[in-house]
């Protein structure tokens, strides 16, 4: 239902910026929280970044907040994410999510919890 794009190899310090779009008949508008999450290998999958669609508010984890910038484009049907001052940490597969759920307050961090996948776009940070 989703599809992502972007990932690629670069050096310490670069920048790649990765989209989400909708396959088939599924839009993104539609999905409450659009979020990215990563998985690098033998590690489990972790929360990078999310929007809810209803207030537009950003959530980030500690580790990138500062260098990746979400976006959702609603009209073009579309989820972004910025990834500047890239570390070697960050090399891993990032995924795409929606999740239908809703929370007052905060964002949903769980990945058990996110509905709408795409297959993983892979980024490795090397020198």
């Known amino acids: 239902q989703l599809v992502e794009s972007g990932g690629g190899l670069v050096q310490p310090g670069g920048s790649l910026r990765l989209s989400c779009a909708a396959a088939?008949?599924?839009?993104?508008?539609?999905?409450?929280?659009m979020g990215w999450f990563r998985q690098a290998p033998g590690k489990d999958r972790e929360f990078v970044a999310a929007m809810k669609g209803t207030t537009g508010m950003v959530y980030y984890s500690d580790s990138v907040r500062g260098r990746f910038t979400i976006t959702r484009d609603n009209a073009k049907n579309m989820l972004s994410l910025q990834m500047n001052t890239l570390k070697l940490e960050d090399t891993a597969v990032y995924y795409c999510?929606?999740?239908?759920?809703?929370?007052?307050?905060?964002?949903?961090?769980?990945?058990?919890?996110?509905?709408?996948w795409g297959q993983g776009t892979r980024v490795t940070v090397s020198a």
């Open positions: 999510a929606g999740t239908d759920l809703r929370l007052i307050t905060g964002v949903i961090r769980s990945a058990s919890r996110y509905d709408y």
């Open positions: 088939d008949s599924a839009t993104i508008a539609s999905i409450n929280t």
